[in-house]
C-alpha cells in the first residue's frame, strides 16, 4: 500500500508544505510573500567614538552586523530585500530630498556587489572612506527618516510579506532639545505601525547609558506574539549585537492557524511555526549557452499510440494492487486525500517520560496560541501549559494540517521560556509538537546475544565519559559542506584571489582529547582487549582460556600455510558444545560455510555444497545422538 503515498505529495506551485511520507521526511515548508528590511543608521560624530582603544566603534559594529545579515541573506534566503538608510549626514541621498538623509542601498536582492560597498566602511579605513564620500552632518530629523524608509517600502513592486526598520544608534534622546521633531518622530512611527511596518530598536552603548524610557520606548514596535515591556539591554559587544538582530531579523510566520480541540465544545486557536529546516545547496539554475539567459522545463504528455497531445481531463491515475490495476478518476483520487477537517484534537495525557528518543520521526514544529480564530485562546493555551509543566505530562493529539494531508499521532512536550543574560529569548513558551510513529512504521530488528562487561570495565568508561564531556549546543555547529560552498561562491562573485576555507567543527580535537585522557584509553584496552591485540591484523576467534579439546574443529582459512613457513593463519575452534549450544538455540547458521563444511568433515557427514544442506546435515545427526 505504500504507493499511495505519492497522492499526499502537492502539485503544481503552491507554495505550502512539502508532503513527503518517504523515509527521507525532514519538515521542508515554503512560505508566500518576500521578507523585506531596512537597517536605518545613526551616523552622528558620536558612533564613530569608541569608549575604548581596543573596542569597536558603535558604527563599526554596525556595519559588520550589517555585513553578517547580507551574507547569511545570500545563503538562505536571497529573495528578501535589503537597504541601508545613514541618517544625520553631511550629504543627501533620497527620493523626497531631505536633508542630511543618505540611502545607500535602496530596497533589493542582497548581491555581491552591495557587500563590497559596505566592506569599504570597516574599520578606520572605512571611517575615512564615510567621511570622503559622505560626511557627517550637524542635525537631521528621525522622522523624515522615518518617511524616507516608508517611500522605500512603497516604491517596491513585489508583493511583500513582512516589513521591518532596524535602527542603529547610541543617542537615547535625538531631539530633546526640539520637542517639536520629537512629537512628529512620534507620530511618524505610529502611522508605520498602523501600516504593517514594525520599528525595531538596536541601541548600542553609550558613557552614562542608554535609557530608552527617554525616547525610544514610544516609538519601538512590539509584534503581537512579544512580550511587552521586555527592551534589550544596550549593546557593548559585536556578539550581543548579533545575537538581538538575529532574534529580531525573521518574522515569526506561521505554517498553519488551527483549532486545538480540548473537547466538542472547547477549543482555542493556535499557530504552528517551524523552527529547524535542513539547510541545502540550492539548486542549480540552467541556463542557454549562447546568451547565459535562464531556460524553463516544460512537460508535456502526448499519446503513444499518435503522438496526439494529452489535456489533464484526458488522464486519470492507476494503482496496482494484487496484480490488478485499480483506475481511479481525478475527483475519487482527491477524496482518498482527506480525513477530516484541519486541526488539533485533543486524545489525552501522558507522562513525559512515555516518550522515547527511539520515537523520532522528523523535526518538530512549535505550538503557540493565536487570538485570530479564537479570543482568548492566549489565557487558555497558558493555563493548559502551566499545568502540563507542573505535572510533567504531555498531550497526545491527532493532528491535521491541511484538508488534503493525512493525520499524524503527536506529542505536545510542554517548554518554559528561557531569557539569556541579555534578556533575549532563546527559548519561546509553548509545545513542541512531536510526530509520533504508527505501528506500521517500527521496525523487528532481530538482536544478537548482549555481552555483559564486568564492573571494572563500566567504571573505566564511566571515567573515559567523564573526561569527555562538553555542553552541546546545535547552533555552535555549521555544515562544513555547505559554508565551504558558499565561500566559494563568495570568492567567484567578489574575484577575491582564493576563497576562505571553512573550519569544519565536527572534527574531532584528537589532541585535546588525548591529553585529556591521559593513559585512561590504554588501560581501558587492557581490560577489554586480549593481549597483544593488533585491531589491524588478522586475530584468532578463540575464547580466552578455552582449551582445543576432543571433538573440537579447527578451521583454517583457505590459501595459509599450514607448514609453519611464517604464514598467517587464522584458527577458529568449534566445540561440539558449541555447536549443540548453537543447535538448541536456532543459531546454526551464524556459522559460516567453510565452518560448516569442516564440522561435517569431521562427523563424517555429507552435507553437501549448499549452507542450508549443511544444516540440515548437522542439526539431523545431533538431534539422531
Known amino acids: 500500500m505504500s504507493g499511495w503515498e505519492s497522492y499526499y505529495k502537492n502539485e503544481g506551485d503552491e507554495e505550502e508544505e512539502e508532503q513527503d511520507e518517504g523515509p527521507e521526511a525532514g519538515g521542508e515548508y515554503k512560505y508566500s510573500g518576500r521578507d523585506s528590511l531596512i537597517f536605518l543608521v545613526d551616523v552622528s560624530k558620536a558612533m564613530f567614538k569608541s569608549q575604548n582603544e581596543d573596542e569597536l566603534t558603535p558604527f563599526d559594529m554596525s556595519i559588520q552586523c550589517i555585513l553578517s545579515v547580507y551574507t547569511n541573506k545570500i545563503i538562505s534566503s536571497d529573495r528578501d530585500l535589503l537597504a541601508v538608510v545613514f541618517y544625520g549626514t553631511e550629504k543627501e541621498k533620497n527620493s523626497v530630498n531631505f536633508k542630511n538623509i543618505y540611502v545607500l542601498h535602496e530596497l533589493d536582492n542582497p548581491g555581491a556587489k552591495r557587500v563590497l560597498e559596505l566592506d569599504r566602511f570597516k574599520g578606520p579605513q572605512g571611517m575615512k572612506h564615510f567621511q570622503d564620500l559622505i560626511g557627517h552632518g550637524s542635525d537631521y530629523s528621525l522622522n523624515e527618516a522615518l518617511w524616507v524608509c516608508a517611500n522605500l517600502f512603497s516604491e517596491v513592486q513585489f508583493k511583500m510579506s513582512h516589513k521591518r526598520i532596524m535602527l542603529f544608534t547610541n543617542e537615547d ?55 511587552i515591556g521586555v527592551h534589550f539591554e544596550e549593546s557593548g559587544k559585536l556578539e550581543d549585537l548579533l545575537r538581538k ?12 492557524r488551527l483549532k486545538l480541540k ?66 481511479l478518476e481525478k475527483e475519487e483520487t482527491e477524496q482518498l486525500k482527506r480525513f ?32 485570530s480564530l479564537v479570543s482568548g485562546s492566549t489565557t487558555l493555551f497558558s493555563a493548559l501549559l502551566t499545568k502540563c509543566l507542573e505535572k510533567k505530562v504531555l498531550a497526545v493529539c491527532r493532528y491535521t494540517a491541511r484538508k488534503n494531508s493525512p493525520p499524524y499521532f503527536v506529542a505536545l512536550v510542554p517548554q518554559e521560556e528561557e531569557l539569556d543574560d541579555q534578556k533575549i529569548q532563546v527559548a519561546p513558551p509553548g509545545f513542541q509538537l512531536i510526530f509520533l510513529p504508527y505501528a506500521d512504521d517500527k521496525r523487528k530488528v532481530p538482536f544478537t546475544d548482549k555481552v555483559v562487561a564486568n564492573q571494572e570495565q ?35 562573485a567578489l574575484d577575491l584571489m582564493e576563497p576562505e576555507q571553512a573550519v569544519d567543527l565536527t572534527m574531532p580535537k584528537t589532541e585535546a582529547i588525548d591529553k585529556r585522557l591521559g593513559s585512561l584509553v590504554d588501560e581501558f584496552k587492557e581490560l577489554v582487549y586480549p593481549p597483544n591485540y593488533n585491531p589491524e591484523g588478522k586475530t584468532t576467534k578463540r575464547k580466552q582460556g578455552e582449551d582445543q579439546g576432543v571433538g573440537s574443529v579447527v578451521i583454517t582459512k583457505r590459501g595459509l600455510c599450514d607448514d609453519g613457513s611464517g604464514s598467517k593463519k587464522l584458527r577458529v575452534p568449534v566445540s561440539e558444545a558449541e555447536l ?29 555444497l549448499k549452507k542450508q544442506e549443511l544444516l540440515d546435515a548437522l542439526t539431523s545427526h545431533f538431534q539422531d545422538s
Open 340 to 371: 477530516e477537517e484541519p486541526g488539533l484534537v485533543l486524545i489525552g495525557f501522558k507522562p513525559l517520560t512515555t516518550l522515547k528518543k527511539h520515537h523520532y520521526l522528523r523535526p518538530s514544529l512549535f505550538v503557540y496560541p493565536e487570538e
Open 580 to 608: 549443540k549450544a548453537h543447535i538448541s538455540k536456532g543459531t546454526l547458521g551464524k556459522l559460516t560455510v567453510p565452518e560448516l563444511k569442516e564440522a561435517c568433515r569431521v562427523y563424517g557427514l555429507k552435507g553437501g
Open 173 to 227: 534622546d535625538p531631539h530633546g532639545n526640539d520637542s517639536a521633531k520629537a512629537s512628529r518622530a512620534r507620530t511618524k512611527a505610529s502611522d508605520l505601525r498602523d501600516t504593517g511596518i514594525f520599528l525595531d530598536l538596536m541601541h548600542l552603548k553609550k558613557p552614562g547609558g542608554f535609557d530608552i524610557a527617554l525616547f525610544y520606548r514610544d516609538i519601538i514596535s512590539v509584534a503581537e506574539d512579544e512580550d
Open 245 to 256: 538582530v538575529r532574534a529580531k531579523e525573521n518574522r515569526k510566520r506561521t505554517l498553519h
Open 458 to 492: 563500566i567504571d573505566k568508561m564511566k571515567s573515559i565519559v567523564q573526561k569527555l564531556c562538553f555542553r552541546y549546543r546545535s547552533d555552535s555547529f555549521e555544515n562544513p559542506v555547505l559554508q565551504q560552498h558558499f565561500r566559494n561562491l563568495e570568492a567567484l
Open 262 to 327: 480540548l473537547n466538542k465544545e472547547l477549543a482555542l486557536s493556535v499557530g504552528i511555526y517551524n523552527l529547524v529546516q535542513k539547510a541545502v545547496k540550492p539548486s542549480p539554475m540552467k541556463l542557454y549557452r549562447e546568451t547565459n539567459e535562464p531556460v524553463k522545463t516544460k512537460t508535456r504528455t502526448f499519446n503513444v499510440n499518435d503522438g496526439s497531445l494529452l489535456l489533464p481531463s484526458d488522464t486519470k491515475r492507476s494503482q496496482i494492487y494484487g496484480s490488478r490495476q485499480i483506475v
